[in-house]
């Protein structure tokens, strides 16, 4: 009969843990969402290029790979 109090106990106490992870990440979350966020940092505004781009950038031109390279790099 023991064995069975030690696997109730071992359940209760697994249970009364997750129940206070959840607690503690609700509380996190709305910590989150009802404090101020403060003042936010722009970024400088520069005329001309913008400050992130995919591309390449517009004054170094492209080198073109060989197609031995190109069909390596595939592979």
Avoid: Q
């Amino acid at each position: 009969m023991d064995d069975y109090r030690d696997l109730v106990s071992a359940a209760l106490a697994l249970f009364c843990a997750g129940l206070m992870l959840v607690a503690g990440h609700l509380l996190i979350e709305w910590h989150a969402g009802s404090i101020d966020p403060g003042t936010g940092i722009e970024a400088p505004k520069r005329e001309g290029a913008p400050l992130i781009s995919n591309g390449p950038p517009p004054d170094r031109r492209m080198i073109e790979l060989p197609a031995e390279i190109k069909r390596k790099r595939a592979a």
